[in-house]
């Protein structure tokens, strides 16, 4: 009880206090500040991970306590444009007998939306809070929907024998910080995917430099948008071709003297 208290206690200071970053001496040239919403960026991996780990009780209160969040609700522009995307070149993919599996689904938004196209979706996602609510939400708005199953799980809940017929795997690597990890992801769900032209829709955040740019979005958690490149040599990489892909979204984000810009690609992917 004292260990909840203590986690509750926590949890309502960061939500009412500012987070300010201290950021360590050795790090102050490839730090800056980049503004009050958007927090921290970097282009130097072990420069952010030396702040997070000054900073580490923020991030895992957001991942393990945070109940419910969408992108209509949070972005309702960009839900808008990737809704779209996956309307006209995801869903007419699918057939009714497909096992397709949600990869990183939150509360489920997706999920819901791919149920109806086939025959059984097996959604995970690394919070357990998130999956809480995204059983909540089905209950309470889909309960008409009897082909969904969420479970809490990351790219190791996979089994190896578990194959699926199409995967879904958007908004996930933009918070795995290690390149050896992403790489083995995508790896991982190669493998799941089944032979013989199984289709995957694939969305992050990217850039189109040759750097990879570190920030804390939104005030809440970390994230990376990676070079546009270095997914695609991936993606060839691990027995994946492109089908079609889209920006969805872009944004310039201003520091100091020079512009970033950063967008939501997604794609289509299939495996050869």
Request: aromatic share 14%; hydrophobic share 40%.
């Amino acid at each position: 009880m004292k260990f909840l208290r203590k986690l509750k206690d926590e949890f309502k200071r960061h939500l009412t206090k500012p987070f300010k970053v201290a950021i360590p001496q050795e790090y102050a040239k490839d730090l800056q500040q980049w503004n009050n919403d958007r927090g921290v960026f970097s282009t130097s991996y072990q420069a952010i991970c030396a702040v997070i780990r000054q900073n580490s009780q923020k991030t895992p209160l957001f991942y393990l306590t945070s109940k419910f969040w969408n992108l209509q609700s949070v972005i309702p522009a960009r839900f808008k444009e990737q809704k779209a995307f996956i309307e006209s070149a995801f869903l007419p993919k699918l057939k009714k007998s497909d096992c397709l599996l949600d990869m990183g689904c939150a509360n489920g938004e997706w999920s819901f939306m791919f149920a109806p196209f086939v025959k059984e979706v097996r959604a995970y996602d690394y919070s357990p809070a998130l999956i809480e609510g995204a059983k909540e939400i089905h209950a309470r708005d889909f309960p008409h929907i009897s082909n969904i199953t969420f479970a809490q799980g990351d790219a190791s809940s996979l089994k190896g024998e578990q194959t699926y017929d199409c995967i879904a795997l958007m908004g996930v690597l933009s918070y795995v910080f290690k390149w050896q990890e992403a790489e083995e992801i995508f790896s991982k769900l190669h493998t799941a995917l089944r032979g013989g032209g199984g289709y995957m829709i694939y969305k992050d955040n990217t850039n189109s430099s040759a750097e990879d740019f570190y920030f804390y979005a939104n005030r809440n958690y970390w994230m990376v948008a990676r070079s546009r490149a270095k997914y695609l040599a991936l993606f060839e990489k691990v027995g994946f071709k492109i089908v079609q892909e889209k920006i969805i979204h872009k944004a310039i984000e201003k520091l100091e003297n020079e512009q970033i810009e950063t967008e939501s690609y997604m794609c289509i992917l299939q495996k050869e």
